[in-house]
């Protein structure tokens, strides 16, 4: 009898000790990020064939280069993701947001629309990334001097995001 | 006899002077004219990459990569080769603002791809890394010399003690001349009987190539020591040695003359003068006294003897220790491959000259030494020349009257390539043979378009315009006789094959490429819209408002219609024509910089229809040949015969890629074949190459586009129960009322109450 009882404790035992060591472990357990409200491109790293990523990787260099307020770099990096796939949204998102921080909106404007062409026709569009087209299309208003169109759309874009958009500006780091 | 010799001596003293006028302005003065080069697009590997396609070996050959047979480290230039990876030392790719720094990797192959590419020595996996850009050619003056200019500090010390030891062993104490130089000579050459041994200094060379011409008199050598003196005068050794390592002649590529240790440096092992060995350096002053005579290529064993005995007077001389000649003489002569002549790009060369025309003259070209890096894919070039040049003797084989023609009366083409997103142009070939002409039939010639120009007619019919559209993809149009009136008497359109098809759907009179259903179709929209919509997509050259230019009458250049279907592959974004990415000057500042551009000229919705259509005649119309051997992919296309086969095209284009075709004669008679025949190959052959026989990627459908079933004899949209039917693409808002079968009232009022019921 005795013995019977004795594995039923070593087992209650165990079972405590492993439920001590979760609830202590909790704590340092990584738990997976929530999703952002918008898109940053680094998801999209192993997405698409080969070329795709290999186009993608590249605009993504890009994005380190303006980061590092290396800007011919990162536009010489935006080129090459072109060259590799010159049917990439992400690689004209990415050189909006550049013509944007480089105030130049008519460029910016231009990327932009083929970005929102692409991403529509390749069914590529949701909301995580609509809401860079809002703001990025407020910021082309705001440098063309619309303040009140842009801020419509700014603020739209910061309802949507506001872990990226409440500061109305879409930084390389935050498109990353 | 004072007077004489104060005569004298104020004639010398003048002399004097303007020597020295002639050497400053030459020494103070831009030295070195040196050609502007032209670049190619670098090439990009990443993984997946078919690294037989991509002529992986062939680029490496190209760029003076040298293979060596171990599998460790390697140094830069260098790679080695096993059956499942590559290791190879990327060279440092030097650009003001886009440089690469040199980088080990390995390209782990599996099959005819990278699997994955690994920095080394951590073993870093990496996305993709780039291969510098080819060099395509060079702008040069009358002297064709082509020079890299080297400071003296960027070359390897072990060279300038190789020019020294065997040129001129005393250069840093003689003033000029080397007296002591000119007995041993003398003596040498009297006890020889003839003139066996120079006395020149180097910096009596430098003068002599400066200045001076070859003839052997009195009167040169005495000028030739007295500017010697005045140069070293006026300036310091450095700056004599600097300019004699960049004057001095090394050789010859073809027609041009290779100056200077940098230039030489990749003629001859195919990297950079910082990069050479001790055995490579002395390899180069070796062949001084006869570049042409002592050519490792030409004489290796001769060459390799003057070679070895240099570096025993660099030994003799204190310059090099004794374990440095013996490692430098047991290594082996290893020359970069020859790289030929990029001939087949100079319809591009000669383009980029007439496009730069406006900021640099072709003087300015030849002497300002820029780095002019274009969007030209070297891979590509080689494939388009290669499928132009037997595409066309295909055509006289089959045709042999045509090869008897005179040289410059032969039967020509010209195919031109463009990336149709970004308008970079990718491969340009303007004709034949370079040599022959160099009149470039893509880019100068304007010639009858025919049925290329169709497709213009259905996309101004199928666009909607303040309304419905005139037709959708479900029409039929009426191919019955025709007749308009014009003002020289009536025009009456006939079809290829001699018939009348009565009514026929949208489709097939594309397809088949029907001419009179599509003057009727121009006829109803108004030629003017015709115009107006291929104005648009990019052709500038002329469009005469008559009928017939409907049918392709207006005499347009093979690259406006490579842009014209560009835009229509791009979803109807106009891209603005790129052949350069930047230019670098002789500073290193980048000079110029050419930025994407383009423009929306044409709806998403009726660009993706008639690519749809386009996609129809590569499949299964006049241009279906493109899958005869087996092309597989999205692919849209169109033939173009003008009247008695005199002009021959062909336009294609897939996602990533548009390419025009061109083939007739100059004079235009009949080539005696249609384009299916003559042209449609020549693309089929290129595009396999580039390819792989696989086209990648998809037209993507804008959401606006719907697909719905439809009855094909009729175009009405197809319900339960209709005997036949096919997925048909249609504008929102534009699909038939008509349905099949068709109920018992009328079918509008059917569909109306069935969308009452749904």
């Not at chain 1, 898109?39 to 795709?52: I, K, P, V």
């Not at chain 1, 993608?56 to 010489?76: E, N």
């Not at chain 2, 460790?72 to 499942?84: K, L, R, S, T």
């Not at chain 2, 230019?583 to 009726?606: K, M, N, S």
């Amino acid at each position: 009898m005795r013995g019977a009882v004795r594995p039923r404790a070593i087992a209650r035992t165990a079972l405590a000790c492993l439920a001590a060591l979760f609830l202590t472990a909790c704590p340092f357990v990584p738990l997976r990020p929530a999703e952002s409200p918008s898109l940053h491109l680094h998801e999209l790293a192993d997405e698409g064939d080969a070329t795709r990523r290999a186009s993608l990787r590249l605009v993504l260099q890009g994005l380190d280069a303006d980061m590092r307020s290396d800007v011919r770099r990162a536009q010489g990096l935006y080129a090459r993701a072109l060259q590799v796939d010159s049917s990439n949204p992400y690689a004209y998102l990415a050189l909006a947001r550049h013509h944007v921080a480089q105030s130049d909106p008519q460029r910016a404007f231009d990327h932009l629309v083929r970005a929102r062409d692409l991403l529509d026709a390749y069914e590529l569009m949701s909301p995580r990334v609509e809401v860079h087209l809002v703001g990025l299309r407020g910021n082309v208003l705001q440098l063309e001097g619309r303040e009140v169109e842009a801020q419509a759309l700014l603020v739209r874009a910061a309802r949507g995001a506001p872990d990226v958009w409440s500061d109305a500006t879409l930084s390389a780091s935050e498109l990353r | 006899m004072l007077c004489g010799a104060f005569v004298a001596g104020f004639a010398l003293a003048g002399w004097v002077v303007e020597l020295d006028r002639i050497v400053r302005d030459r020494f103070e003065g831009a030295v070195f004219g040196v050609p502007s080069r032209v670049y190619s697009a670098p090439t990009i590997v990443y993984p997946g990459l078919d690294w037989k396609r991509l002529d992986l070996r062939g680029i490496l050959a190209r760029l003076g990569y040298r293979e060596v047979g171990r599998a460790g480290a390697v140094p830069p230039g260098q790679y080695a080769w096993d059956a499942h990876r590559v290791r190879v030392h990327l060279r440092a790719f030097e650009h003001p603002s886009r440089p690469e720094p040199a980088r080990d990797v390995v390209l782990r192959l599996s099959g005819s791809q990278i699997a994955s590419i690994a920095s080394m020595p951590s073993g870093r996996e990496l996305g993709a890394v780039l291969l510098e850009p080819e060099p395509l050619g060079a702008y040069y003056g009358p002297s064709r010399e082509q020079r890299e200019l080297v400071r003296l500090d960027e070359v390897p010390p072990h060279l300038v003690d190789a020019v020294l030891a065997v040129e001129d062993q005393r250069f840093a104490s003689h003033p000029g001349i080397d007296l002591r130089r000119i007995a041993g000579a003398m003596l040498a050459n009297l006890q020889a009987g003839s003139i066996r041994q120079g006395g020149s200094t180097l910096t009596q060379q430098l003068v002599k190539n400066f200045f001076l011409t070859p003839e052997r008199t009195f009167r040169r050598k005495l000028q030739e020591a007295l500017m010697a003196l005045i140069v070293e005068a006026r300036y310091d050794k450095a700056q004599i040695l600097e300019s004699y390592l960049n004057e001095i002649y090394l050789g010859q590529r073809g027609s041009t003359a290779i100056h200077g240790f940098g230039e030489a440096a990749h003629l001859y092992f195919g990297k950079s003068a910082r990069e050479l060995t001790v055995a490579e350096s002395a390899l180069l002053a070796a062949i001084i006294q006869s570049p042409n005579g002592i050519s490792p290529y030409r004489d290796p064993e001769r060459a390799t003897r003057r070679r070895d005995l240099v570096l025993d007077l660099m030994r003799d001389q204190g310059r090099l220790s004794e374990t440095g000649h013996a490692e430098a003489r047991e290594e082996p002569l290893r020359l970069a491959s020859v790289t030929p002549d990029a001939g087949d790009a100079r319809y591009f060369l000669d383009l980029l000259q007439r496009q730069l025309a406006e900021t640099y003259a072709a003087p300015e070209l030849a002497q300002e030494g820029l780095r002019i890096y274009s969007t030209l894919d070297r891979r590509l070039q080689t494939l388009a020349a290669r499928a132009l040049e037997e595409g066309i003797a295909a055509i006289e084989r089959r045709l042999p009257r045509l090869a008897e023609a005179p040289a410059d009366r032969r039967l020509q083409g010209c195919l031109v390539a463009m990336r149709p997103q970004t308008g970079e142009l990718l491969a340009l070939v303007g004709g034949r043979d370079y040599r022959v002409s160099q009149f470039d039939r893509c880019t100068q010639a304007r010639r009858q378009s025919g049925s290329v120009f169709k497709p213009f007619v259905f996309i101004a019919a199928l666009e909607p315009v303040g309304g419905a559209p005139r037709i959708t993809l479900a029409s039929r149009l009426d191919d019955a006789p025709l007749s308009v009136s014009t003002p020289s008497g009536p025009w009456r359109p006939r079809n290829y094959d001699g018939e009348y098809h009565d009514v026929v759907p949208v489709r097939e009179a594309l397809e088949r490429s029907f001419n009179v259903a599509t003057a009727r179709l121009a006829q109803e929209i108004g030629i003017r819209r015709v115009a107006d919509v291929a104005r648009r997509l990019g052709i500038e050259s002329p469009l005469p408002l008559v009928p017939s230019l409907a049918l392709g009458t207006a005499e347009l250049a093979p690259v406006e219609v490579a842009r014209a279907y560009a835009t229509i592959a791009s979803g109807g974004v106009r891209p603005r024509m790129q052949t350069v990415e930047d230019l670098v000057d002789r500073a290193g500042e980048v000079v110029e910089r050419r930025r994407l551009g383009f423009e929306r000229v044409l709806d998403p919705g009726t660009a993706y229809l008639a690519t749809s259509l386009l996609e129809g005649v590569a499949n299964r119309g006049t241009a279906a040949g493109v899958r005869s051997g087996g092309l597989r992919g999205p692919i849209g296309a169109k033939t173009g015969t003008t009247d008695e086969e005199r002009d021959l095209w062909f336009v294609g284009f897939t996602p990533d890629l548009v390419a025009v075709v061109w083939v007739g004669f100059d004079e235009p008679r009949s080539v005696g074949v249609p384009s299916s025949v003559g042209a449609l190959p020549i693309w089929r052959h290129f595009v396999e190459g580039a390819t792989g026989g696989v086209v990648r990627g998809r037209f993507p459908r804008p959401p606006l586009i719907e697909r719905v079933a439809i009855h094909p004899a009729t175009g009405a949209r197809a319900l339960a129960g209709c005997p036949e039917r096919r997925d048909e693409y249609f504008l929102r808002g534009t699909l038939p009322d008509e349905v099949c079968p068709s109920g018992p009232r009328g079918s509008s009022e059917f569909l109306r109450w069935l969308r009452r019921r749904l």
